[in-house]
Nanobody, 126 residues
Framework: QVQLVESGGGLVQAGGSLRLSCAAS????????MGWFRQAPGKEREFVAG????????SYTDSVKGRFTISRDNAKNTVYLQMNRLKPEDTAVYYC???????????????????WGQGTQVTVSS
């Protein structure tokens, strides 16, 4: 059974940091583009960050550039999202996703991703 399990969410004050983890199991994800998306209450899910299969290429949405860093450890089948200088507008459920199509392109589109985690809540208080 293929699973992506996120962890590391929680409640933090504005300006604080959190590190999200996404542990993959059931297949090897080392060839996949991996992405993080988020969905705030009343809003559509949006792309946050993505990373190529070997970590050599990353992509971020403008609102998190310079604050968030995506990384991966293929030996552990795990992807991370380090979030610094958090803002109240970062409050959302964060989802990990995998694009299994042997691509070098980091898609920002939901439908490009085949596997999804259940999400982890991040709440940033002002």
């Amino acid at each position: 059974q293929v699973q992506l399990v996120e962890s590391g969410g929680g409640l933090v004050q504005a300006g604080g940091s959190l590190r999200l983890s996404c542990a993959a199991s059931g297949r090897t994800f080392s060839s996949d583009v991996m992405g993080w998306f988020r969905q705030a209450p009343g809003k559509e899910r949006e792309f946050v960050a993505g990373i190529s299969w070997n970590g050599g290429s990353t992509s971020y949405t403008d609102s998190v550039k310079g604050r968030f860093t995506i990384s991966r450890d293929n030996a552990k089948n795990t992807v991370y999202l380090q979030m610094n200088r958090l803002k109240p507008e970062d409050t959302a459920v964060y989802y990990c996703a995998a694009d299994r199509h042997w691509t070098v392109v980091i898609s920002t589109v939901e439908r490009s991703y085949d596997y999804w985690g259940q999400g982890t809540q991040v709440t940033v208080s002002s």
